[in-house]
């Protein structure tokens, strides 16, 4: 038993250890279809099934539920291991493919069909929905429901070798058409599909279906507990079903609620859309749920990991704030991340009382609350800055303790500056802002101890490195996008998901900053430098989160 909070899963587990159930030992798995990039919900699951197997001291697999011939699964399945590893999770030897158990799983299909607990239905696919019946009303038995063994072996045997056409025919489970649970009504266990696999080739044009290949992979592979998602509670049934009938070892299936995040849509046919019609540069765009696409915009695997566990495992269906996304990857990079100055919406400060060819050098602690923690830098000062231009308003209103005329503000780490002229152009924009500093205020301290309230940011305009910024926020402007009947979730996307600052200045210790690496720019959020459109010397920073809650919903 292990120090993490408990849940109801674990709690389950407990039982099964103190009852001696799988001899104490935990198995788990992560089963992706390798059809899609991963997902914070995805995430859920890893963190959930390889941290119960590291906290119980078990192993967790990563099996690829590769059943369902497709294209371009290689790319998806390599993209699958470098997230999971990403994420910080390890499988070790324990990296199994279910393609790799259809030699075993067309015997247990032989097993069954010998039994009498299984038959080949030539009935379409359309019929086998008509007979099914509905929830109110019993299904009606295939006509060929009662086709002798001999014949069910042969006709299974021309499947598999090639005989019929695709959709012709398929393979059942001989269960109950009545059964008040619909899955259980003679469920499809093999369907005819020529298709190119990517693993096994041509090999095959007959394919298991997902209610006969999990139960059985997770048998073969020694799975203690087997932990999906709440919409596969019915086939629970049918899980047990398949391995009774066998009579093979038995893992237990148990059901969590997915994870449903709000102003994000998660579905995989939904992102695919999103990238193969271009309302997103990728599955790596910053804005989107997948684990490139948070990696890239500055997430850390920790945040994501510090999520999951926060949200938590419940057995009903919820909607998790975005709220808790940002605060996770706040409380982590809070840590972390190195304090900077950088200017998103620059105007210009001239310190007219600051000679023109001096310079000079303030040194600058990486993390103010515990200077020494990761060092200092320089922060280059002279007598032209930049400063944001919300930080000034020619008119303010009361307690606006930023820039205005004649209102002593400090510079971080620099002097107290006070505006004594606003430069406007022929349209009336202003342009610039001419200050004085006091000399005797060097690291923004007065010697008689003054009160100033205002600190601002600044950046050297000398010296500072010109960085495009990205300003990511929400994807969708809605909590649930896809909950309105007959509009698009598209017709929701957020308009500003993405705002670039074109003319934002950082300061020059940011040169360096390597792709990847992640900053606090005081004042105005984290951000990460992005790790594809960076270039030597060249950084192209991406807003992770804002310092605060800043969304009103
Ligand atoms: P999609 O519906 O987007 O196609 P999926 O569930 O079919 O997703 P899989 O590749 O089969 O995708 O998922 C692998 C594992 O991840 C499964 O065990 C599934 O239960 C889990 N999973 C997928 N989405 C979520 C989610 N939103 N929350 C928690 N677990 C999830
Ligand atoms: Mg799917
Ligand atoms: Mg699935």
Redesign the pocket.
Known sequence: ESASPSNFIRNIIDEHNRGGRFGGKVVTR???????Y?????A???CLNFGLAADYGGRCHLRF?DTNPSKEEQEYLDSIIEDVHWLGFDWGEHLYYASNYFDQLYEFAIKLIGDGKAYVDDLSAEEIRAHRGTLTEPGTDSPYRERGVEENLDLFQRMKAGEFADGSRVLRAKIDMAHPNLVMRDPTLYRIRRAVHHRTGDKWCIYPMYDFTHCISDSIEGITHS???LE?EDNRVLYDWVLDQLDIYHPQQIE?A???LEFAV????K?LELVKEHYVEGWDDPRMPTIRGMRRRGFTPESLRLFCERIGVGKKESWIDMYWLEKAVRDDLNEKAPRVMGVLDPIKVVITNYPEDQEEIFEAPYFPDNPPAMGYRDVPFCRELFIEREDFMEDPPKKFWRMAPGQEVRLRWAYLVTCDEVVKNDQGEIVELRCTYDPETRGGWAPDDRKVKGTLHWVSARHGLRAPVRLYDRLFSVANPGAFKDRDYKEFLNPESMVLMPQAVVEPSLVGAAPGSRYQFERKGFFCADPVDSAEGVPVFNRIVTLRDSWAK
């Not at 992560?30 to 899609?36: D, R, T």
């Not at 998660?266 to 046919?269: A, L, Q, T």
């Open positions: 992560f089963p992706p279809e390798p059809n899609g991963l997902h914070i919900g995805h859920k699951s890893i539920d932990i999906c998602t596969f969590f997915r994870l449903n998660m579905s995989k046919r992102l």
